[in-house]
């Protein structure tokens, strides 16, 4: 399976490799990339035998379209050590003079299938000083070989939190240019960060999932309707907390975190692979070394057959897809609503359940005011609409596959890969291991 992967990626980042009529493709992509197109459209089949070749060819062509699309790309590391610093201006209608300063450095030589990446969000102190401290943390972790994206809070005060949307923007960019650029795995990626990066961090982990092998939080801990940890299925988590931390309620609710994620690991036999833990005797300050080390051991599975996928929003911000999940119209009864989307591949047999989701508070804080504790409440989805991705990975393509969606038959019949799904896909993830050859389109 190694093989198979190394194999797969190296043909992926080939060059000199042209898309048979080609022109359409590109167009979409760079319409795509101007928000002037969703969907691409053909009729084209691929055959079994073609779909590696035309994997590779999508690919490099959606790389071209994002090269060409964006003012920077992330500097090459083409050595055993660079270091690149940086700056992204974020787009002043989601936050106003927002300027995102960061530094990319790597350790060691890379290897085959490229760097395992660490984003790194430093504590809530005075921005110099934590962007300063960051630096120096990241560069003595024993996670080598390995790449680091250190960025700098861009504004104090209000706008002190790295989930807010110009943050999401920024995320989805780093996500979209490590991935073309060939110098990191795309099964290796982690969010990592202390205090209030802990805090990021944990969210963030949630809400990009099925991008990261990985996230781990340090010295922090969430309110779990912030950072559903249903969605960390087949993504490696690790929090830990000084037992004393009871800042903000850290400790209690790094205490919450990990009975959460040990019920899901006892019904979910694997799946929910964390390390969330309370250091006896310490306070806000822990020993932050021993985290990369624990996650770098750990990689996605980009086509799992069970996923968990709590639809929440980031500041305003929803994610468009899951995993092979694509949303084409909410069930959400409210702007801010949630769905989760529960899917379980057994054989060729999709089961798939669609909940609307209600939070109710059955723990508040006094003094700040913190919702605390929660009862979650799912009720099925009465409308909505969702793409199934799909590839030989998952399903056995030249069998008839049925769709069973909250119970009920919606689909069971032939799917036949096509170009139009390999297209869309990679538009809809940019990224490498998403570049789906099927599809099926279900409606309720």
Same mark, same amino acid.
């Given at each position: 399976?190694?093989?198979?992967?190394?194999?797969? &990626?190296?043909?992926?980042?080939?060059?000199?490799?042209?898309?048979?009529?080609?022109?359409?493709?590109?167009?979409?992509?760079?319409?795509? #990339? =101007?928000?002037?197109?969703?969907?691409?459209?053909?009729?084209?089949?691929? !055959?079994?035998?073609?779909?590696?070749?035309?994997?590779?060819?999508?690919?490099?062509?959606?790389?071209?379209?994002?090269? =060409?699309?964006?003012?920077?790309?992330?500097?090459?590391? *083409?050595? *055993?050590?660079?270091?690149?610093?940086?700056?992204?201006?974020?787009?002043?209608? #989601?936050?106003?003079?927002?300027?995102?300063?960061?530094?990319?450095?790597?350790?060691? !030589?890379?290897?085959?299938?490229?760097?395992?990446?660490?984003?790194?969000?430093?504590?809530?102190?005075?921005?110099?000083?934590?962007?300063?401290?960051?630096?120096? #943390?990241?560069?003595?972790?024993?996670?080598?070989? !390995?790449?680091?994206?250190?960025?700098?809070?861009?504004?104090?005060?209000?706008?002190?939190?790295?989930?807010?949307?110009?943050?999401?923007?920024?995320?989805?960019?780093?996500?979209?240019?490590?991935?073309?650029?060939?110098?990191?795995?795309?099964?290796?990626?982690?969010?990592?960060?202390?205090?209030?990066?802990?805090?990021?961090?944990?969210?963030?982990?949630?809400?990009?999932?099925?991008?990261?092998?990985?996230?781990?939080?340090?010295?922090?801990?969430?309110?779990? =309707?912030?950072?559903?940890?249903?969605?960390?299925?087949?993504?490696?988590?690790?929090?830990?907390?000084?037992?004393?931390?009871?800042?903000?309620?850290?400790?209690?609710?790094?205490?919450?975190?990990?009975?959460?994620f040990d019920a899901l690991a006892k019904r979910h036999d694997s799946l929910y692979i964390h390390r969330v833990e309370l250091i006896e005797g310490r306070g806000h300050s822990i020993d932050y070394s021993?985290?990369?080390?624990?996650?770098?051991?750990?990689?996605?599975?980009?086509?799992?057959?069970?996923? !968990?996928?709590?639809?929440?929003?980031?500041?305003?911000?929803?994610?468009?897809?899951?995993?092979?999940?694509?949303?084409?119209?909410?069930?959400?009864?409210?702007?801010?609503?949630?769905?989760?989307?529960?899917?379980?591949?057994?054989?060729?047999?999709?089961?798939?359940?669609?909940?609307?989701?209600?939070?109710?508070?059955?723990?508040?804080?006094?003094?700040?005011?913190?919702?605390?504790?929660?009862?979650?409440?799912?009720?099925?989805?009465?409308?909505?609409?969702?793409?199934?991705?799909?590839?030989?990975?998952?399903?056995?393509?030249?069998?008839? &596959?049925?769709?069973? #969606?909250?119970?009920?038959?919606?689909?069971?019949?032939?799917?036949?890969?096509?170009?139009?799904?390999?297209?869309?896909?990679?538009?809809?993830?940019?990224?490498?291991?998403?570049?789906?050859?099927?599809?099926?389109?279900?409606?309720?």
């Amino acid at each position: 399976m190694k093989i198979k992967t190394l194999l797969l &990626i190296a043909v992926l980042f080939a060059v000199n490799v042209c898309l048979a009529a080609n022109g359409d493709v590109d167009d979409f992509f760079s319409s795509f #990339l =101007k928000n002037k197109a969703t969907t691409f459209v053909s009729n084209k089949k691929i !055959s079994k035998k073609d779909v590696q070749r035309t994997r590779v060819e999508i690919w490099n062509s959606w790389r071209k379209a994002v090269k =060409k699309h964006e003012a920077f790309t992330l500097a090459a590391l *083409d050595k *055993d050590t660079v270091v690149s610093a940086g700056k992204w201006k974020l787009p002043p209608e #989601l936050e106003n003079n927002a300027v995102m300063n960061f530094t990319l450095f790597n350790k060691g !030589s890379k290897p085959l299938t490229g760097y395992p990446l660490f984003v790194y969000l430093h504590g809530s102190g005075p921005k110099d000083k934590e962007y300063a401290i960051g630096l120096e #943390l990241t560069k003595s972790f024993a996670d080598g070989p !390995s790449a680091y994206f250190v960025p700098q809070i861009p504004n104090e005060g209000g706008y002190y939190r790295w989930w807010q949307r110009a943050k999401v923007y920024a995320w989805e960019k780093l996500l979209r240019l490590a991935l073309v650029s060939g110098d990191y795995d795309p099964d290796k990626i982690y969010f990592i960060g202390i205090s209030e990066g802990a805090y990021g961090t944990q969210r963030l982990c949630s809400f990009f999932a099925d991008y990261l092998a990985g996230g781990g939080a340090m010295a922090g801990g969430e309110p779990l =309707k912030n950072a559903p940890a249903e969605n960390c299925a087949n993504t490696a988590f690790s929090l830990i907390t000084g037992d004393h931390d009871a800042g903000f309620y850290r400790n209690t609710l790094t205490q919450y975190t990990a009975e959460a994620f040990d019920a899901l690991a006892k019904r979910h036999d694997s799946l929910y692979i964390h390390r969330v833990e309370l250091i006896e005797g310490r306070g806000h300050s822990i020993d932050y070394s021993t985290t990369t080390p624990w996650l770098v051991n750990f990689t996605r599975n980009p086509y799992p057959k069970y996923v !968990s996928w709590e639809d929440f929003e980031l500041d305003g911000c929803y994610r468009k897809g899951f995993h092979n999940l694509f949303v084409n119209k909410r069930s959400n009864a409210t702007d801010n609503g949630r769905t989760y989307y529960e899917e379980r591949i057994e054989n060729d047999t999709i089961l798939l359940n669609v909940d609307t989701v209600a939070y109710n508070t059955v723990q508040k804080d006094s003094v700040w005011g913190i919702d605390m504790k929660f009862e979650r409440k799912l009720s099925p989805a009465s409308h909505g609409s969702v793409t199934l991705f799909l590839n030989r990975d998952l399903v056995n393509l030249s069998r008839t &596959i049925t769709v069973v #969606l909250n119970g009920e038959t919606k689909f069971r019949g032939k799917v036949e890969e096509n170009l139009a799904s390999m297209v869309n896909s990679c538009a809809a993830f940019g990224d490498p291991r998403r570049i789906y050859t099927a599809q099926i389109d279900v409606t309720w």
